[in-house]
């Protein structure tokens, strides 16, 4: 079955950091380039983060730029967006995002991790 | 930056044609993407660049991208259709979305 399942998700206190982690499955990882995007409880979609098919070209939404770092490691099959200085607005659903090929249009989402963020 | 407007939320008959807009600066010029999203559910792509629908996607889903506004055409609306709709764009190397619309089907 071609799927992802994102991980990671938790209860953090403002300031702190956490891990995420997709786990892609029924198709070939290597050849597609991915995205991280968010979903506040009762909000909007917002993109966070996108990473080439190598891992050599990152980009970032201009409020996370300087607080989150995505990765991937095609040989274990897994993408990564590692978090750090969280505040209570990083409060969300993250979805892992397969990019279709073409690049331009997210084929295929995960079901989500939440991260929350409360003293 | 780029912004897309979306109405909060539109009601359709059912077995009624459900159209929902995505204005934009110029939109014509951009691939639009739409996406549904129902309660509890990750979102699915159901229209991308403009009118095409991926494989499952029923017929009965339409786009059209003209002028300022990006449109999404459901018809013969369902009750399975009730849910959040999204529209994307991309604007240089960052993505946009529009604030979603909430059908409801009477």
């Known amino acids: 079955e071609v799927q992802l399942v994102e991980s990671g998700g938790a209860v953090v206190q403002p300031g702190g950091s956490l891990r995420l982690s997709c786990a892609p499955s029924?198709?070939?990882?290597?050849?597609?380039?991915m995205h991280w995007v968010r979903q506040a409880p009762g909000k909007g979609l917002e993109w966070v983060s996108i990473?080439?098919?190598?891992?050599?070209?990152?980009y970032y939404a201009d409020s996370m730029k300087d607080r989150f770092t995505i990765s991937r490691d095609n040989s274990k099959n897994s993408l990564y967006l590692q978090m750090q200085s969280l505040t209570t607005e990083d409060s969300a659903f993250y979805y892992c995002?397969?990019?279709?090929?073409?690049?331009?249009?997210?084929?295929?989402w995960g079901q989500g991790t939440m991260v929350t963020v409360s003293s | 930056s780029y912004e897309l407007t979306q109405p909060l939320s539109v009601s359709v008959a059912l077995g009624q044609t459900a159209r929902i807009s995505c204005g934009g600066n110029?939109?014509?010029?951009?691939?639009v993407h739409w996406y549904q999203q129902k309660p509890g559910q990750a979102p699915v792509l159901v229209i991308y660049?403009?009118?095409n629908r991926p494989s499952g996607i029923p017929e009965r889903f339409s786009g059209s991208n003209s002028g300022n506004t990006a449109t999404l055409t459901i018809s013969r609306a369902q009750a399975g259709d009730e849910a959040a709709y999204y529209c994307?764009?991309?604007?240089?190397?960052?993505?946009?979305f529009g604030g979603g619309t909430k059908l409801t089907v009477l």
């Open positions: 990473i080439s098919w190598d891992g050599r070209n990152t």
């Open positions: 029924g198709f070939t990882f290597e050849d597609y380039t």
């Open positions: 660049r403009n009118t």
């Open positions: 110029n939109i014509e010029n951009r691939n």
């Open positions: 995002v397969r990019a279709a090929r073409g690049g331009d249009a997210f084929d295929l």
């Open positions: 994307q764009v991309w604007d240089s190397l960052t993505a946009i």
